[in-house]
C-alpha cells in the first residue's frame, strides 16, 4: 500500500495528567502516515485521486491545539480516527510525542496503528 507522509508536524496545546500541565501550552509533535491507493494519482497526475494532506494537517493541528487531552495515548486515537474519516485513508500510523516532557530525553510519545475495518 502506498504512503502519503506528514512529518514532524508541530502543535502546541493543552496535554498532561499532571495540574501544572493542564495550566501550560505544550509543544507537540505529530507524525502521520497515510496508507492509501495513489496508483490513479500517479497515472494521471491528478490530485483529486489522493489524499488531500493540506486537510488533514490543517485538521490534526486544530485537534491537537484544542482537545485538552490527559494522554498521548487518547490524542493519538482521536487523531487516527480523524484520518479515517478519509474516504482514501485505508489504514493510519500516528506518532504523537511530547518534546522535553522527560529529563535527558528529546521527547516522550507513542506511536498507533488503526484500520479502516477495525
Known sequence: MDQVIIK???ARGVIGVNEWERQV???ILINIVL???LRKASETDDLTFSVDYRKITKRAVVLAETAKRLTVEALAGDIAKMCLEDIGVQKVRVRVEKPGAVRFARSVGVEIERNRDE
Open 25 to 27: 501550552i505544550q509543544d
Open 35 to 37: 496508507y492509501t491507493d
Open 8 to 10: 514532524d508536524l508541530l
